[in-house]
């Protein structure tokens, strides 16, 4: 039982975890009620499916990881959504990895694992912190081996108490989900690896980079700019567009289908008079908390609802919002700030400072856990262990005992991590050094005796009344009816798009796929987004509640563009771009055919020319042209060939503007030729390039792939 009472000992350590992995096992039973009478797909790789009961049990577990991590316990939307996902993204890459490890045999071997795990150095070893050395930081296989044997032994051990069963079988859970990402990891890595031994140099490119890099040439030019010619001397045929895209088709394919859409966005702000209302609301609160002089949580949690709720402690001032910071900083004990708006955050707020007092930022202490034992046996063992402390006794000595540990440790107010661990903070730092207090837990009780404290400051404990400036009912209904009576006259998209401005609406463009969350970065629209995949172009939507009961929205279906090449419709803008430049650039190359300049000072008589001197041009670097702000490689590949003294003929095109170009001189640097370091420095580039994303880019362009989680989720 050595190895659980250590783990136990961590007790504030394991919240985060344990805390996780509970609701991962919550969530897991949800999941398997669920799962029988929901048998769909989220989505699959190459005919591997997945399923929508694993891949919300890996969402849970993603995101609990991140709660974990934050110190939090919700995620905003955004955060769900990112990990949402991560989780797809990391399926598909997975799958992608496995279907071609397997064809090559490539698999993760019993030693590998255990390898890594000698290692301890890999970051996924910090999500079970019960398993890392107390000094190193790194992990302990060991601590590890011993968990497991003695999970295995209380599986089977009958009468054990069920809560501390089920911690530790949420750290069980937590290993496996490590391990299993350890595993994948690791064939990740052994097959980008293999593929990129393929990527290979030789002597004759190690030279030809090496003059690339120690050849460099000083150039005379002169610019003509695609800009200093005026669009009309040019013309742009449907022809000349159709031939561009015919040419540039395969930079157009889109792998996913998508949509576009005009939507209006309505926002319902509070009106006057709700502001009103609530400016007397939260004067009455202050008028409260001036009058009180305890009872505050009840003013602030009950009587206003405060989106601050009241806690009883002394805190740093950085933990409170800068609006509530700049009205108490040097303030008195007692004093009463409010009401007041702050427009940043749309409140109305009062403060009164309760206390002061300064207080350590850090402090060390010691920590024994009793549990698993009745009650009565536990509270006689936690008196008699007290008395021993506050007499003197050792607690290295009652540690080895219990077989936990007994040595001290910080923390402080920047490093805990949830609730739990901030009462047991704010409770250190009020103690006197050495003194020794229990704290009751759900499963036993905490001993904790502070050691040593620092770095000093005051600290506030704070009554907050801070109320967002809320959207009364009859504002909501006012909004909600004179959009839709807007929407119903007007039922038709082209009709709606006609007569927006006329009625104050803006109407708005976006393109979307099945991976979009949000409609305009407007949160829960997946509704609206899901319409937008089942209508039919030219139809409108309902209108849709979203945001936080904030917005309104109506939606219509503009076009629908499959996967595959995009059409010409959808590109045409751009393409005729560059067509205009490709005719600016013909336009400017006849002008100069026509002069025939002999030199760069002839050419710099022509209209439009601008000259520029450009030095140090190299073949590895593209030439830099000041007059355009742009870099042309053309000029760069052209410098390394030419002879000095001969005017480039035909001009140079490059990608912004027409150069004639002279080379004026030549230099070589004095760095010595070294065939293995060029290799070597070759070869590293190949590596950086031909990365594990490039080449799970080029799977994914191969594999088909169905994604519509949209639909659930």
Known sequence: MATLQKIRSKGPLLVGVIALALFAFIAGDALRVFQPTQP???????????????YQRLVDEYSNIQKSFSGRNTLTEMETNQIKDMVWNTFVDNQLIAIEAEKLGITVTEAELNYVLDQGVNPSFRLVPMFLNEQTGRFDKDKLFMFLAEYAKLTKTPGMDQGYLEQMYQVHTMWAFVEKSLIQERLNEKYTDLVIAGFNTNKVEAQFVFDGRVNSANLSTAVFPFASITDDKVSVTDADIQKEYDAKKEMFKQNTESRSIKYIDVKITPSAADVEALETEVAESAELLRNATDNYASIVNNTSGSNIPYNDLYLSLNLYPQDVIARVKGGQVGETFGPYTNALDATINAVKIVGVKNLPDSVQFRMLQLQGIEAEALAKKTDSIVNVLANGGSFARIA??????????????????NQEQFSLYTTLTEMKLNEVKTLPTPVGNIIIQLVNR????DKYKLAVVKRDMEISSETANNAYNKFS???????????MVAAAEDEGYHVLSQEITTTDHTIGNVPSTKEALRWSFDAKVGSISNIYECGDGDHLMVVGLTDIIPAGYRPLKFVASDLRNIVLNNKKADYIKAEIAKANPSSVADAAKLDDAVLDTIKHVTFNSPAFLAATNSSEPVISGYASVAKEGVLSNPALRGNSAVV?????????SSEEYNEASERSTIQSEYSYFANRRTILSDLIKKAKIVDVRYLYF
């Open 454 to 457: 620092k770095n000093f400051s």
């Open 40 to 54: 769909h797909d989220v989505g699959s790789v190459d005919g591997n499916s997945l399923s929508i009961a694993e």
């Open 660 to 668: 004639l170009a002279d080379v004026v001189s030549r230099e070589k």
């Open 400 to 417: 080895e005992e219990e077989q936990q540990p007994g040595e001290a440790f910080w923390i402080s107010e920047s490093t805990v991590a």
């Open 485 to 495: 009576q807007f929407v119903a006259e007007n039922s038709s998209l082209d009709k």
